[in-house]
């Protein structure tokens, strides 16, 4: 479950900080990115070297990265980067900072910042532990859903015997890995997810297209991969990276995403059709680059199949989600096109509004059933991913 997932790990000061290098081995291993950020007190027990050569990035400790040039490290980008949050060691100081909110260093910005899962693995003497304060501060903790990882009894820095020990790494990593297993809300689901433009030849040379770069898509297909599905993404020509855990098949025109998604549908569970495929192709492509010439020229075009249409009509058990671009009756003519596709949902996408439609990493959606509409707020794509997969959730 942690393949593929940013992990940004927060070493504080405690004697189990040197645990925190195997904590990453751990993580990578399991094949997640990782990123750390260290406290003053935590590099009285690992050094910043140990934790970047493992991590494979540069280790975070203060908001200035560079006096000269003014470079800082920007506390709310790294909290928006990370798919979970682990504080391991969090000391009894670290995990009272925790509770109150403090913002005063680079990594109490960071984690208020982080609306992601937090996992805080708390290593401390048995008297600190049992401490009223101490109890009552994870007590806070765990009722804002910050997950607390028990630490073990045992013998402790101090000679004394008790609870106070951290967690093991290879623990901690089977808790979060369980964690994310309980949410894997689409595991074991088959999504195909169809992004990008496709290209329609003119010629050798030249092709017909539009302005679709895919992100929509690929924004689809991490967040179904991310709820544990097993995803198939079908992606005409678009310059983005893979998500993780996606199947990726490449196409350009339209005929080769048909064959392609019809070979697939009987084994499917949920088709979501966010290509922008071209509706017409020249109707004869030249086999030779077309010669410029002085008169005008005009390319005759004929249909292409419509590939939601076709598989939406001999559906069976699969959810089928189609997109609607629409320039005017938006409503009305996406409403009308999910009926005539026999869609179990459309996704209509505004190009009127600012910040939404091809090209930007935001979008505002109106999601339309048979029995109901959603309008959603103009949000990020990753967000407006979320939307969808929680439609699709709620119809598996
Ligand atoms: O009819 P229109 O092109 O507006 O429909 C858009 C929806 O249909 C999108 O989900 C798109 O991926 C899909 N489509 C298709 N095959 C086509 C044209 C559009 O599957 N030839």
Redesign the pocket.
């Given at each position: 479950m942690l393949s593929g997932k940013n992990v940004l790990l927060a070493v504080t000061g405690s004697i189990a900080a040197y645990k925190s290098a195997f904590l990453v081995r751990e993580f990578i291993k399991s094949g997640a990115f990782v990123k750390v950020i260290v406290t003053e007190a935590a590099l009285q027990f690992v050094t910043t070297v140990t934790l970047s050569t493992l991590s494979k990035n540069p280790v975070y400790k203060d908001f200035i990265k560079d006096e000269n040039t003014g470079e800082w490290n920007n506390h709310v980008d790294l909290g928006s980067w990370a798919d979970l949050m682990v504080i391991a060691p969090a000391t009894a100081n670290t995990i009272s900072n925790l509770v109150s909110g403090k913002a005063d260093s680079f990594f109490l910005s960071t984690f208020l910042s982080c609306n992601a899962p937090v996992f805080v693995a708390p290593a401390m003497d048995l008297d600190m532990f049992k401490n009223k304060s101490t109890q009552s501060n994870i007590q806070l903790l765990s009722k804002r859903s910050i997950n607390v990882i028990e630490p073990n009894e045992g013998e402790l820095a101090s000679g004394l015997e008790g609870k106070g020990r951290m967690e093991e790494p290879e623990e901690i990593v089977t808790y979060i890995n369980n964690y994310f297993l309980e949410k894997a809300t689409l595991k074991n689901l088959n999504i195909l997810i169809?992004a990008g433009p496709?290209y329609e030849s003119i010629d050798p040379v030249r092709f017909i297209s539009n302005h679709s770069t895919g992100k929509m898509g690929y924004a689809l297909a991490n967040e179904a991969q991310k709820r544990g599905a097993n995803v198939q993404l079908v992606s005409g020509p678009v310059s983005l990276k893979t998500p993780e855990n996606v199947q990726r098949i490449d196409v350009k025109s339209?005929l080769e995403?048909?064959k392609e998604?019809t070979k697939r549908f009987d084994k499917i569970d949920v088709l979501?059709?966010?290509?922008?495929?071209?509706?017409y192709e020249p109707k004869n492509i030249a086999s030779n680059k077309i010669k410029k010439q002085d008169q005008e020229i005009s390319i005759q075009l004929k249909?292409?199949?419509?590939?939601?249409?076709?598989?939406a009509k001999i559906k069976k058990k699969q959810i089928v989600?189609?997109?609607?671009?629409?320039t005017e009756n938006g409503i009305e003519n996406a409403y009308k096109?999910m009926k005539r596709?026999n869609l179990d949902a459309?996704?209509l996408n505004s190009l009127t509004d600012t910040g939404a439609g091809f090209g930007h990493d935001t979008n505002k959606v109106t999601l339309i059933t048979p029995s109901e509409k959603r309008e959603f707020e103009l949000k990020t794509k990753d967000l407006v991913a979320i939307d969808i997969l929680n439609f699709v959730e709620e119809c598996v």
């Amino acid at each position: 479950m942690l393949s593929g997932k940013n992990v940004l790990l927060a070493v504080t000061g405690s004697i189990a900080a040197y645990k925190s290098a195997f904590l990453v081995r751990e993580f990578i291993k399991s094949g997640a990115f990782v990123k750390v950020i260290v406290t003053e007190a935590a590099l009285q027990f690992v050094t910043t070297v140990t934790l970047s050569t493992l991590s494979k990035n540069p280790v975070y400790k203060d908001f200035i990265k560079d006096e000269n040039t003014g470079e800082w490290n920007n506390h709310v980008d790294l909290g928006s980067w990370a798919d979970l949050m682990v504080i391991a060691p969090a000391t009894a100081n670290t995990i009272s900072n925790l509770v109150s909110g403090k913002a005063d260093s680079f990594f109490l910005s960071t984690f208020l910042s982080c609306n992601a899962p937090v996992f805080v693995a708390p290593a401390m003497d048995l008297d600190m532990f049992k401490n009223k304060s101490t109890q009552s501060n994870i007590q806070l903790l765990s009722k804002r859903s910050i997950n607390v990882i028990e630490p073990n009894e045992g013998e402790l820095a101090s000679g004394l015997e008790g609870k106070g020990r951290m967690e093991e790494p290879e623990e901690i990593v089977t808790y979060i890995n369980n964690y994310f297993l309980e949410k894997a809300t689409l595991k074991n689901l088959n999504i195909l997810i169809s992004a990008g433009p496709t290209y329609e030849s003119i010629d050798p040379v030249r092709f017909i297209s539009n302005h679709s770069t895919g992100k929509m898509g690929y924004a689809l297909a991490n967040e179904a991969q991310k709820r544990g599905a097993n995803v198939q993404l079908v992606s005409g020509p678009v310059s983005l990276k893979t998500p993780e855990n996606v199947q990726r098949i490449d196409v350009k025109s339209t005929l080769e995403m048909k064959k392609e998604i019809t070979k697939r549908f009987d084994k499917i569970d949920v088709l979501i059709m966010s290509a922008a495929v071209a509706d017409y192709e020249p109707k004869n492509i030249a086999s030779n680059k077309i010669k410029k010439q002085d008169q005008e020229i005009s390319i005759q075009l004929k249909k292409t199949p419509d590939i939601l249409k076709d598989l939406a009509k001999i559906k069976k058990k699969q959810i089928v989600i189609g997109f609607a671009l629409e320039t005017e009756n938006g409503i009305e003519n996406a409403y009308k096109k999910m009926k005539r596709k026999n869609l179990d949902a459309i996704i209509l996408n505004s190009l009127t509004d600012t910040g939404a439609g091809f090209g930007h990493d935001t979008n505002k959606v109106t999601l339309i059933t048979p029995s109901e509409k959603r309008e959603f707020e103009l949000k990020t794509k990753d967000l407006v991913a979320i939307d969808i997969l929680n439609f699709v959730e709620e119809c598996v």
